[in-house]
């Protein structure tokens, strides 16, 4: 094909320009009003907002744009559009109708209050500015009487007698004087909308419908209504139409609270308790706080069997909890399950009819109490039962057993006799084993056995008797005989691998409990001892994948704390993470589990990760003392938490009898060097205490700290026979070099060198201390340290001063520059390098890196002193003077050593 000429490329350019020009705003405004009278809003918007970008004057456009947006439900935006019509001119008494309206739409109607009409205002206008100001007011004769005669027509009256019936609730009224003029022009859709809804709160949601679908088949596009209408289709239970409502309107609207919450409730409804909990949980972060989405909230979270979180959005509840008897109850069991018995009891009997509203869960407080030896707060409420006339309440009175109770032991004998139940033989025998009246307990399963020869729970109970009475033959028959009846039945599996362990049939044990475990994976006795038998035998990851199974069975917190456990056992640190990082810690969460993960953050060296773990288990619990400590002795946590020194004064007000937590501050009082508070702690423990190495250990490095080192000598050795490492080495060294005895600090770094012959550190010190008795040793020292360890920069930096000593300078330079290539913003490594420079009068390139080093330390003397060394070697010597004269300190060799530079300089 030949390509077309440029000449004829121009003409049709040309041609396409002169047949399309742009529409004129006329045609353009009266295009748009026909595209509203055809309903389609979302085109009118568009032609519209071309004319008034292209003329803001257009007051006629602006206008029509905002009834645009109005009638396709964008309320905010058809406000905005008719207050820059203000700007033009005066409102028209129909568009301040609209703008009214606009503002009542956006569910903001008080702003209503605030705006004046004139006489040529609409009714519809008069009216919805009397009902909103009497609403917010409730004043009727100075707001609601003086608009009456200024309304034209009659239904402008009933309209206002149908709102104001409304604001009272008195919605059966309010839709009858509705019903009167719903079908009216003039006040469409807003009658119809209120209508919707008052029918709604008066139980009408068939004919609350029917109004919002007359509304939403007129074409006019209100969400809210949409919003409106859902709401009454979840009432009726048509919950999938709802759902395709409410789902656009999540896409349309992101982080809309009201749609959140009322996909809640649907979820709830349809047993989707994660969805609904997400939904509810996301409703209150949006900004909903009413007592029907905490209490999805909560009860979402207790169908999850999540207590702790359930507990939580129960206490945002407040008051609204008593008004609902469900949520009521479900908060009583909440905290029953998280352990709060003896609240859960003094509520119901506090309450008037506490224990009679709630029968069931005042049995399971009675049976929680007493497991928990709460005996007298279990005997006031069971004296409550009596005085309700429910004292025959044999399961109750089960519970009561264990307590010891006369009367409700008499109770569950009888029963037993008229009618024998396995629950009745159960507390009993539970009360004969916690009594340890084994006897008892075989006697009374031997004679159920005769009536129930194949009770499993009857054996159980008399093979447990007879284990107890050290008979283990006659124990063992009878775990066989339940086993003929139930295969791996899980008490008798449990006793026979206990049995099979200590006979030293391991493999038999294990066997046991595995196959058992297969049908009974959430038993814990079995988990327990499968954990306790394998840790013996040195091999903790054998349990491993039967606590993963009842975790992915059963993932409530006690399962994650056993497998928490059981991969801390088995040293897998990194899965601990994993499993932990994303549980939700509370005020009842278990202290093991912060040490889980603490422990596990940290022997990954997520030191970070476990500080900032610890600090929120001190925020969150901060009367736990072990939180505090845990806190203290992490590893970086001086470096990773500001001002944690605060915190230990503040614990030491807090927890003034915990002495274990008082040897934790003082050894940070120690390193701090707080001679006051240290001594005063030190000196408060108890006698007993301070036999203890701990104590010992601080009141050595106490007295190091006070320069008493022949003291503090023999009770720092004892802290390093205990527990020979590193820390406790060097403490013992210090020790020495206090009392001027380095060839004792070289005896016992090398008496330690021969355990540990592979510590850097150890064989650091020892090249540290001779470098003030034997320069070439130490040299060698570091040399060797650096063909195991060639990125010791340290130790590169002492081989460097130590050769400036000895007049080396070449070799000072190579080993200092290695230093400051590894570390190239280490003052203490610049300086060593600049001191090569200066040796040599290379003052210039001294002065550039001592420049460098008092930028990154501003306070170390030394450099100062090197530095106008360098500045009087390159004729600056008004700065070099300054310098000297600018260094402040109280050491009289220093400031002697001051003066004679300055003598020098001048």
Not at 427 to 453: G, H, I, R, W
């Amino acid at each position: 094909m030949r390509k077309l000429s440029s000449f004829i490329l121009i003409s049709l350019f040309t041609v396409s320009l002169i047949g399309c020009s742009e529409p004129k705003e006329e045609e353009q405004v009266e295009q748009s009003q026909k595209l509203i009278a055809e309903s389609n809003y979302a085109e009118a918007i568009i032609v519209l907002k071309d004319v008034v970008v292209k003329n803001k004057n257009n007051d006629d456009a602006r206008s029509l744009l905002a009834d645009a947006y109005f009638k396709n439900g964008d309320f905010i935006q058809s406000e905005k559009e008719l207050i820059r019509v203000t700007d033009l001119r005066k409102h028209t008494p129909k568009e301040q109708e609209q703008l009214l309206l606009a503002i009542y739409f956006q569910q903001d109607g008080f702003r209503i209050i605030d705006i004046e009409l004139d006489d040529k205002a609409t009714d519809l206008s008069k009216v919805l500015k009397a009902f909103i100001t009497f609403s917010s007011t409730n004043r009727f004769n100075d707001v609601v009487d003086p608009v009456i005669p200024q309304l034209i027509t009659q239904d402008s009256k009933l309209l206002l007698d149908g709102l104001i019936a409304y604001s009272l609730e008195n919605f059966t009224v309010a839709t009858e004087q509705f019903s009167q003029i719903k079908n009216k022009e003039a006040y469409f859709p807003f009658v119809s909308v209120i209508n919707g809804l008052a029918h709604y709160q008066s139980g009408e949601n068939e004919a609350a419908l029917d109004e919002y679908n007359l509304i939403l088949k007129s074409s006019i596009n209100f969400d809210l209504v949409k919003l409106y209408k859902s709401e009454a289709l979840i009432q009726f239970q048509k919950y999938d139409e709802a759902k395709v409502i409410l789902a656009k309107l999540s896409k349309k609207y992101e982080k809309q609270p009201v749609v959140t919450k009322l996909l809640s409730l649907i979820d709830y409804a349809d047993e989707d308790y994660v969805n609904a909990k997400r939904n509810s949980e996301l409703a209150i972060t949006y900004g909903i706080s009413d007592s029907t989405v905490r209490g999805i909230a909560a009860l979402s979270s207790m169908s999850l069997q999540n207590y702790e979180a359930a507990y939580q959005h129960f206490q945002t509840m407040g008051s609204d909890i008593q008004r609902d008897a469900s949520f009521n109850a479900a908060y009583l069991y909440t905290k029953l399950k998280l352990g709060y018995e003896a609240d859960v009891a003094e509520t119901l009997m506090q309450r008037e009819s506490g224990v009679e509203s709630f029968p069931n869960i005042t049995a399971s407080t009675i049976e929680n109490l007493l497991a928990n030896r709460e005996f007298d707060m279990a005997e006031k409420l069971e004296q409550q039962i009596i005085e309700k006339g429910m004292s025959s309440n044999t399961s109750i009175a089960r519970a009561l057993v264990k307590m010891g109770n006369v009367t409700a032991i008499e109770v569950v004998e009888n029963e037993l006799k008229v009618n024998p139940s396995a629950d009745s033989l159960y507390t009993l025998v539970s009360y004969y084993f916690n009594s340890q009246d084994f006897e008892q307990a075989k006697t009374l399963s031997l004679k159920y056995l005769q009536t129930e020869p194949n009770s499993l729970m009857a054996l159980n109970a008399l093979m447990l008797s007879h284990a107890n009475l050290e008979e283990n033959d006659e124990a063992l028959a009878i775990a066989a005989k339940i086993q003929t009846l139930s295969k791996n039945e899980a008490i008798s599996s449990n006793f026979i691998a206990i049995q099979q362990f200590e006979n030293n049939d391991y493999d038999a044990s294990y066997k046991t409990l595995s196959e058992s475990l297969s049908d009974n994976i959430l038993n814990v006795s079995l988990l327990k001892t499968m954990r306790t038998i394998n840790i013996k035998i040195g091999e903790p990851e054998r349990s491993l994948p039967f606590f993963q199974k009842a975790y992915e069975f059963d993932n409530q917190a006690a399962y994650k704390f056993w497998y928490a456990q059981a991969l801390t056992d088995a040293k897998l640190s990194l899965k601990v993470i994993e499993l932990l990082k994303n549980h939700q810690f509370t005020a009842n969460t278990p202290r093991a589990i912060w040490v889980f993960l603490a422990d596990a953050y940290t022997y990954n060296e997520q030191h970070k990760n476990a500080v900032n773990l610890l600090e929120s288990w001190v925020r969150i619990q901060p009367n736990d003392a072990f939180a505090y400590i845990k806190l203290l002795s992490q590893p970086q946590a001086k470096r990773l938490v500001p001002g944690i020194y605060n915190l230990v004064k503040e614990g030491l007000l807090r927890f003034k009898d915990n002495e274990l937590f008082s040897l934790f501050a003082a050894q940070y009082a120690i390193d701090l060097g707080d001679e006051a508070i240290a001594k005063r702690v030190l000196t408060s423990i108890s006698p007993e205490v301070q036999k203890s190495l701990f104590y010992k250990n601080q009141y050595g490095r106490y007295l190091l700290l006070t320069k008493k080192y022949d003291k503090a000598l023999p009770l720092l050795i004892a802290a390093y026979e205990n527990e020979p490492n590193f820390f406790h080495l060097s403490q013992v060294n210090n020790a020495y070099l206090g009392m001027l005895q380095s060839d004792k600090a070289i005896e016992a770094i090398n008496s330690h060198l021969i355990s540990f012959p592979d510590d850097a550190l150890a064989k650091m010190l020892k090249a540290d201390v001779l470098m003030w008795t034997d320069p070439d040793a130490a040299i060698e020292e570091y040399m060797m340290l650096l063909q195991k360890y060639p990125k010791n920069a340290v130790a590169m930096n002492n081989i460097a001063w130590l050769s400036l000593q000895k007049g080396e300078i070449s070799q000072a330079r190579n080993f200092a520059q290695q230093a400051v290539d590894l570390f190239p913003t280490n003052s203490n490594f610049l300086d060593t390098l600049a001191q090569t420079y200066l040796r040599e009068e290379n003052y210039k390139t001294a002065q550039s890196l001592l420049a460098l080093a008092l930028k990154n330390n501003p306070t170390d003397i030394n450099i100062f002193f090197n530095y106008a060394d360098a500045l009087y070697g390159v004729g600056q010597k008004e700065n070099a003077v300054r310098v000297l004269k600018n260094i402040r300190t109280v050491d009289p060799k220093l400031k002697v050593e001051i003066n004679l530079r300055l003598k020098k300089y001048l």
